[in-house]
């Protein structure tokens, strides 16, 4: 279970602007991995959406109150469908405490994460091709791994970058997963994530 401090940051709204990132709230590696250790475990089998963030063009984003997730948009307002639309990278998921964590005071949407989660993203607890109910929708996990990329280390340094693709916490998928939706349906912040079955 995360604390209110955690929620009450996922849930503030974006205040406009673009996501460059400030070396200044970047974490060095102990306090990251200190930080980590002091983390709750999450829970598994089912948990909760607390953000919602749409990625716009050039480093835009938004912070809607609600989304609807399309098997053929993805998350609409997002601009995966103006990208490469590769169906295995349709929605990203991440872990809520994770991402508060490597912040370090920043904006939750500057990770461009669709949906921000209290949930185990395991691959034990969430192997590939697993079936979610989120919200409304059905998604199921995709094969492709979430790896941070060259933004991600800008934003939140090279620390973070370190931990989250760290072979030791691999499994644990720190840096989040990718969804494909399966049956469209809205997500808003408050709703429940839960395993349903395997494909």
């Known amino acids: 279970m995360i604390d209110d401090a955690v929620t009450h940051w996922a849930r503030s709204p974006w205040p406009g ?14 306090l ?12 598994s089998g089912s948990g909760l959406v607390h953000a919602l963030v749409c990625r716009q063009a050039d480093e835009q984003r938004t912070t809607p109150g609600q989304v609807r997730l399309c098997p ?17 990278m349709q929605v990203a998921l991440m872990r809520v405490d994770v991402a508060h964590l490597v912040a370090g005071g920043q904006h ?11 949930m185990d993203l395991s691959v034990d607890q969430m192997p590939p091709g697993i079936q979610l109910r989120v919200g409304t929708a059905s998604c ?29 916490w ?14 469209p349906g809205v997500v808003a912040p408050g709703d429940r994530i839960e395993v349903l079955k395997r494909r």
């Open 17 to 30: 602007g673009r996501v460059l990132g400030d070396p200044g709230a970047h974490l060095d590696s102990e």
């Open 32 to 43: 990251l991995v200190d930080g980590l250790a002091a983390l709750a475990p999450p829970p």
């Open 72 to 88: 053929d948009q993805g998350v609409i307002g997002d601009r995966w469908i103006h990208g490469s639309a590769d169906p295995q």
């Open 108 to 118: 939750p949407a500057f990770f461009g994460d669709n949906i921000l989660v209290d």
């Open 140 to 168: 199921v996990v995709a094969e492709a791994p979430h790896n941070p990329c060259n933004q991600f280390a800008s934003r939140f340094g090279m620390a973070a970058f370190r931990l989250v693709a760290d072979k030791r």
């Open 170 to 183: 691999q499994a644990d998928r720190l840096r989040g997963v990718y969804l494909q939706v399966v049956s």
